[in-house]
């Protein structure tokens, strides 16, 4: 089962920016490549959230709230899968986590410990 560490949240003002990364483990490069992964955000009390998303053939798309702020993208040589956070604002805050897609368009039951995300107003 591929194993997802997420790092780079923070505390960070209003309209600031933070990168995110997801290094995978326990999976091959080559398997990598293949996979379909997706950030979540999840804020205590509600539903984790489809943040942004991208295919084995780098196509990516974004929850409305984060399109034109937020770019996903993929390094396959380095089994790692980041998000680029901009303009961030106060409801951007949550823990954010990585996870593969499934053909049934829902993610695996296997989560990480996720990365903070705060911004103050």
């Known amino acids: 089962q591929v194993q997802f560490v997420e790092s780079g949240g923070g505390l960070v003002q209003a309209g600031g920016s933070l990168r995110l990364s997801c290094a995978a483990s326990r999976v091959s490069g080559m398997i990598f490549s293949t996979l379909k992964i997706a950030w979540y955000r999840q804020i205590p009390g509600n539903q984790r959230e489809l943040v942004a998303v991208?295919?084995?053939?780098?196509?990516?798309n974004y929850v409305d709230s984060a399109k034109g702020r937020f770019t996903i993208s993929k390094d396959s040589a380095e089994n790692t899968v980041y998000l680029q956070m901009n303009s961030l604002k106060p409801e951007d805050t949550a823990v954010y986590y990585c996870?593969?897609?499934?053909?049934?368009?829902?993610?695996?039951?296997?989560w990480g410990q996720g990365t903070q995300v705060t911004v103050s107003s």
């Open positions: 996870n593969t897609v499934l053909a049934s368009g829902r993610p695996t039951d296997y």
């Open positions: 991208i295919s084995s053939r780098y196509e990516t």
